[in-house]
């Protein structure tokens, strides 16, 4: 079985699936690989994204974040990652990011988003997915707000991401207020 025959888009065309039992054990092989040629320059590797949040359809394009102790290790990542494949693309419009994509038969992958542990981009991903997985009336929410935007923003990717941002940056200030509110109990 090819690893990635359940996995992809093409042409940057935004396509939203059913929530697939696979994307965890594709994450997990992936993780392997990447920390496999990272060594310890990658010490955590997280899923993100709506792969990440189980029932939540997605396109169906894993995304993934490997965290660095420290963010110049960040520029050791890019020849091992490109022996696997990837292609860098830099920052790629978010500052402190080492930004890598992976294409399968002309489909886009993978996403791997490399940050250094503890900034606000690294918590921001793992606040969201975190408050999705453990609150399914708002994980709902939003795969209603993605259907929708990817029906009406079909070939537009910024138009669909720039129609999601609003959802979740109230998302992530809620979950913030929550952490809070947890931690000062």
């Known amino acids: 079985m090819n690893t990635w025959d359940k996995l992809g888009t093409t042409g940057g065309q935004i396509e939203i699936v059913p929530y697939s039992a696979e994307w965890p054990e594709l994450f997990e092989l992936e993780a392997h690989r990447i920390k496999s040629v990272c ?9 993100i994204g ?3 949040i189980p029932g939540m359809p997605a396109k169906p394009i894993l ?3 490997p965290g660095l102790d420290s963010h110049q290790d960040g520029l050791k990542t890019i020849a091992p990652l490109q022996q696997l ?4 693309f830099g920052e790629n419009g978010i500052p402190g990011r080492f930004y890598f994509g992976l294409r399968s038969e002309q489909r886009s992958v993978v996403h791997v988003h490399i940050f250094e542990i503890g900034t606000e981009n690294w918590f921001r991903h793992l606040i969201f997915r975190d408050y999705l997985r ?5 994980a709902a929410q ?4 993605k259907r929708e935007l990817a029906v009406r923003f079909r070939n537009d990717r910024e138009a669909y991401t720039n129609g999601k941002s609003e959802f979740i940056n109230s998302v992530v200030q809620e979950a913030r207020m929550n952490y809070w509110r947890e931690i000062n109990a």
């Open 134 to 138: 453990s609150n399914p009336a708002v």
């Open 39 to 47: 060594g310890d320059i990658i010490t955590v590797v997280e899923h």
């Open 85 to 88: 494949g990837y292609e860098y």
């Open 142 to 145: 939003y795969a209603e707000l």
């Open 50 to 52: 709506s792969t990440a």
């Open 63 to 65: 995304d993934i974040m």
